[in-house]
């Protein structure tokens, strides 16, 4: 598994498994995305698991007109993975 | 320790996944024939495909037409369910759907501007259907994928499987660590609201939920049901009958009469059956979400 901070440029409907709250453009994240390291430390995700972010500040340079937060303390952590420990999603499809 | 094989594709317009324990082939003969059950499910009961049985059975309203056993199954089912909730489930309401913005982009006849109630609209004889207005059978179609896919996988000796469609499940045996945990996504691609463990052997779940799409369709008025229920997951033995039971709850308000299920209100609480609390792992969540439960 691998762990990746990454800043969010636009509202991308995502949110925090931390908090619970959305994440908001600008914000900084650290992106859980369980997955296998192939040769050349390309990263391949593993199918049947979802994308978890956590809030991790207010961007990098901290020069962003957001709310700074940090939810990747060790409950945030606990519940993003927990989330991530799932065999299968139910949920709307929409049809 | 038991390995399940994972594989995913998609089907009926949906993500399609499938774990496994069993052996390689085995397992691999498992995704197959669970592919040939969702295909030939799309080509008999989607409303997305011209060429689909049902199209041509509502292009043939109100005559009837010979149909395949896939479409006279699902159209059975709709039936009892039309009957058995004294008309709130109703396959009629396709006019609607599409008005509402859930098009399919299918070429249909015009729907009745109003829905007669106590209507026998489904005729029958051997072989021949038809319908007195064009139908929907919507999540029936996706319940019913599943319950024959799960059934061609048991015919292979497979015991242990999760299988999910579109976020409806059907889940048998165990996983290979315990009981198989499933996340609760919230509407419209919200956070999760909870994670559930599944501790029978066998179960399947379905989820409804009135989404930006507005795509439930109160028979009573033809437009977009408003009530106080937004989504609502059903747990039972049977795929299609839950999906039926789920739409039915957002219909209701309030998913009375099903033993096991979660709904999430307009006040944005999740809420659950007494019977349905105790699959629900709430500490899994985050402090606010759990908060949020009953």
């Known amino acids: 598994m691998t762990f990746e901070a990454e800043t969010l440029h636009a509202p991308t409907g995502e949110w925090c498994a931390g908090c619970g709250e959305q994440i908001i453009h600008g914000q900084s994240v650290i992106r859980l995305e369980a997955g296998l390291v192939l040769a050349e430390r390309r990263f391949d995700a593993l199918i049947m698991r979802p994308t978890v972010y956590l809030h991790a500040g207010g961007g990098y340079d901290a020069g962003y007109d957001v709310a700074d937060r940090w939810c990747a303390t060790p409950e945030g952590f606990q519940a993003a993975l927990a989330l991530l420990s799932v065999h299968g999603e139910a949920g709307p499809s929409g049809h | 320790m038991r390995h399940a094989t994972p594989f995913a594709d998609e089907a009926l317009g949906s993500p399609l996944r499938l774990l496994v324990i069993a052996p390689t082939a085995t397992a691999e003969a498992a995704w197959g024939a669970v592919r040939v059950e969702m295909a030939a499910v799309d080509a008999a009961l989607s409303r997305h495909r011209e060429d689909s049985e049902l199209i041509l059975l509502n292009h043939a309203s109100p005559g009837c037409i010979p149909v395949g056993g896939r479409l006279r199954h699902a159209l059975a089912l ?10 709130r489930f109703d396959p009629r309401i396709i006019g609607a759907l599409e008005a509402a913005g859930d098009r399919a982009g299918v070429p249909l006849p015009s729907s009745p501007a109003r829905l007669r109630p106590e209507e026998r609209w489904l005729r029958a004889d051997r072989h021949r259907r038809g319908v007195l207005a ?14 024959w896919s799960a059934e061609r996988i048991r015919r292979l000796g497979v015991r242990d499987f999760l299988l999910e ?3 409806d499940i059907v889940a048998a045996g165990s996983a290979p660590g315990g009981g198989w945990r499933v996340s609760l996504a919230g509407p419209d691609g919200q956070r999760p609201l909870a994670v559930l ?25 033809l437009r977009p049901v408003d009530g106080p229920a937004r989504q609502a ?18 219909l209701a308000g309030t998913p009375a009469g099903t033993e096991r299920a979660w709904w999430y209100g307009a006040d944005g609480r999740l809420r659950a059956t007494a019977s349905a609390r105790e699959w629900v792992a709430w500490e899994a969540l985050s402090p606010s979400a759990s908060s949020a439960a009953c």
């Open chain 2, 78 to 87: 709709a039936w009892r369910a039309y009957r058995s909730s004294l008309g």
């Open chain 2, 134 to 147: 064009p139908v929907d059978l919507g999540g029936i179609g996706k319940g019913l994928a599943l319950r």
């Open chain 2, 165 to 167: 469609a579109g976020g």
């Open chain 2, 197 to 221: 463990e599944l501790p029978v052997a066998s179960v399947a779940l379905a989820t409804s939920a009135q989404t930006r799409r507005r795509h439930i369709i109160d028979p009573a008025t």
């Open chain 2, 233 to 250: 997951t059903v747990a039972g033995a049977d795929p299609a009958w839950a999906e039926v039971r789920s739409k039915l709850a957002i």
